[in-house]
């Protein structure tokens, strides 16, 4: 490894740097920066994944192209329909990764604020920043790709090189994509002011997430498009096509890296001006004086915390937007599926899924909760009295609970002209009284005080899988809906009390638990900070 | 050793800066003072190269910016007014970081750290992570690390901010000591005694224009004012009692 390192950095590799307008030695120190401030998890989620994150992605995605290669190899898969199937895969999943960790890694402020005025030049930083994203493209290809490689000469025809063959092509690929979503930045920060990249880098993040849940309906797209005005019908015709399809991308990918590597750094750093300066005024919210009738001034400010942060908190706003993107395409697709069937009647009606994905929603809400950019402003609730902080909680509440009502009030219009007004309150009611619990036990997951801690990757990375557990556990509840719960009104109603009763009493508990988890963070956090008046000798 | 001539800069369409012309000598110290939102960090940016003017000239030492940017970034020291720093790096790695990105070579860039961190008093929390630092060793830091490459110029925005009595004073003592050495220096402020103490001259920025010039002596003859606080007070239109306050005693009563 050591001899690698050598090389890497020797005289050879410095001169095929400094041709492309890199300084190799303020190359290195950036690239020894990033590795440092990502393995110290510092502005944790923004400077690439630590190997920790790396490691725990690395055994899901082992674990995960493992059971694929059996089905392909029991299914007796050609290997070229094998290596079609994974490349396609790897595309998918790396472009959602890389798009997240290039948004994450390049438009970055803070970063930008303390080195804008360093004499480093944008190829050198832009270098040094793709470099750190290769990183992810090194661990993570073998990972997703290593067992499938090998696995394929169990295929039938197989040569005995097709695991390098896959390998190359896997690796080929994934550098790709990460040279694309580059370039997807480098045309953001070209054509979208600095105020708006950060919101512009959010969207571009959420899109391939969106895209693999729009994934079912390409085949009825491409069903539409009337491919015969659109491809040549000669087979030079087709060539040259393809070859100007290629030559477009080569062109646009350059152009981007090009850009990224211009006034990037002042750019960047030009964001932190950026922002929600107009449009951000404080508005007074009927929801939030009711929420102070009901529980007091201090659950009013958790509500108006909670709801505002939500909106403007850059960090919270990224990640939401990352996994709500196919939540929320899942949730219309449902129902636009569903809502003309009657949960009622004989047939199985997708509206069965609505409440699930609303508590879904409600989950990714509240595992976000805790983690935002402006995390040192935590010191505003170390002077807040205990009693307040359980106040504080039921604001949060609050805020949660009026996000859940206004999914269903908006479902409503529909729901009751189509199924009439007592099937469709029924649904709704059902539909609410489930969201109570949901409500109750992700409030669980909101530990300790809202938008006060750094994004930690570790879990992150274990989204997927408890998603998918979470995918298993809805499917349960909503069978029991379709063949149990949906056949009498009177059992729905006698489940919409009991789950009612039940989202009730867990939510005081959640409440109570919220509000002892802030008040264990205060004291935790009032504890270490003595650490730093011993050091500066007070 | 800077030039700005009829320089304007917007933010998003709005002109924070209109038409400003000045001019700083080499080793000169100059106060740069003003309300808060004048235009005084702008004004230091646009010196840095962190950002570019929208209408006028600005030259650092010969060098014309936006063009010579890295050329310029060479030759300042800036003291940001956001105290921002990798606070997972120690402090000793952030001085080290800064001093090797500007070439600074390895015995020398030891030697000044060590130096700096000894008199900053900060050499026994040199191996502490960044973000165990109080606001006022964060902004020793950040001055040693303006300071670590020798530069020409060194351009300070409000540097004095969260630093004890004793600190002060040492770097009021320090900049003295390198306008001596012939290094220019322009200091962004509110603290108008340390301007008028340790600055050869002060411009004064008031809504995007520079109002006033010259040394402490000669705005206060002009405007027949006894100290620089009534000379500031008079240019920024906040003669008097501040009425602000009573609004505040009245809101608080209510």
Partial sequence: MKAVLAVLRGPAVSRALARFG??????????????????????????????????????????????????????????????????????????????????????????????????????????????????????????????????????????????LVHLSAAFAVTTTVA????????????????????????????VPLAGMAWM?????????????????????????????????????????????????????????????????????????????RLAGPAARAGYAFSSRLMLRDWQFRRQFLATAAPLAIAIGSAFAKGWKADPFAEGFSPIHFLPHAFGLLLIFTCALLPFGSDYKGAWVFRLAPAPALDAFAAGVYGMLAQILVVLNVLAAPLLIWKWGPAHAALFLAFSLATGAVYIAATMRLTDGIPFTRQPDPKRSALGLPVLMMGMVVVGIAVAIQHFVLFRSTIAVAAATIILAAAGWFAGRASIAAMGADMQNQVAQEVGESGTIYHEVGV | MIEFRHVAFAYDRVEVLHDISFSIGRGEIVGLLGPNGAGKSTTIKLIAGLLTPSAGVVRVDGLTLPDQALEVKQRIGYVPEAAVLFESLTGQEFLELCGRLHDVEEERLQHRIKSLLEVFELFPERDSRLDTYSKGMRQKILIGAALMHNPDLILLDEPLSGLDVNAAILIKDLLAALAAEGKTILYSSHVLDVVEKVCNRAMIIHQGALIAEGTTEELKASTHRSTLEEVFRTLTGADGASPGVSKIIAGLRA
């Avoid at chain 1, 953001?188 to 571009?204: E, T």
């Fill in chain 1, 179 to 206: 040279l694309a979503c580059c370039a997807v930045f480098g045309w953001l920060m070209r054509f979208i002011p600095a105020k708006r990249l950060k919101a512009a880098g959010q969207f571009a993040g959420a």
């Fill in chain 1, 22 to 163: 890199v300084d190799p030695k303020r190359y290195w120190l950036l690239v020894d920066l990033f590795g440092a401030m990502s393995e110290r998890q510092e502005v944790m989620d923004q400077l690439g994944r630590n190997n920790a994150a790396m490691g725990m992605a690395g055994i899901f995605y082992l674990v995960l192209s493992g059971i694929l290669t059996v089905v392909s190899v029991i299914a007796h898969a050609t290997p070229a329909t094998h290596l079609a199937m994974f490349l396609l895969f790897t595309v998918f999943l790396f472009s959602g990764i890389l798009l997240s960790e290039a948004g994450n890694s390049l438009v970055n402020p803070t970063e930008g604020m303390v080195l804008a005025h360093q004499p480093i030049n944008g190829a050198t930083y832009t270098a040094a920043k793709l470099s750190h994203l290769l990183r992810i493209v090194v661990f993570l290809t073998p990972a997703l790709n290593g067992i499938p490689a090998l696995g394929g000469l169990a295929l039938p025809k197989a040569h005995w090189y097709y695991p």
């Fill in chain 1, 216 to 292: 079912g309906q390409l085949p009825k797209f491409f069903a539409h498009v009337p491919w015969r005005a659109v491809v040549p019908a000669s087979p030079t015709g087709r060539l040259a096509l393809l070859c100007a399809c290629g030559f477009a991308a080569v062109a646009a990918v350059i152009f981007g890296l090009r850009s990224l590597s211009a006034d990037y750094l002042l750019r960047v750093s030009a964001m932190s001006r950026g922002g929600a300066r107009g449009g951000a005024g404080s508005r007074r919210s009927m929801a939030a004086s009711i929420v102070g």
